[in-house]
């Protein structure tokens, strides 16, 4: 097996080294870029970061759905678990007082 030479690997200086994620808004360190930009790329760079908001708020209003949903969901599974639970206990007590007075019944003869 051959080892490698991480002696020197920081991995704390190699995420800080990585690229950022793309921006819509390009690089804001290259002011230059950004100063001298034609209005039509402005206009869609905003448009790229109003279509980027909107998504981002529809994704919020579909995980916030889906966690309603799914507690409801718990809710209901919860209330039929114990609906079952307790009409087989009523069930079960009611056939047990049945045995009993038919037991009784059937010794007396």
Not at 34 to 57: C, K, W
Not at 91 to 105: D, K, P, R, S, T
């Amino acid at each position: 097996m051959v080892e490698k030479d991480v002696s020197g690997y920081d991995p704390l200086t190699a995420i800080a080294a990585a690229p950022p994620f793309p921006s819509p808004l390009g690089d804001p360190h290259r002011e230059e870029e950004l100063v001298d930009m034609p209005e039509t790329d402005v206009i869609e760079r905003l448009h790229a970061v109003e279509t980027a908001q909107a998504v981002q708020t529809a994704a919020q209003a579909g995980a916030q759905a889906t966690q309603a949903a799914t507690q409801a969901g718990a809710a209901t599974t919860n209330a039929a678990a114990l609906a079952g639970t307790w009409s087989a206990m009523i069930a079960g007590a009611a056939g047990l007082v049945a045995g009993i007075f038919i037991g009784l019944a059937i010794s007396r003869k």
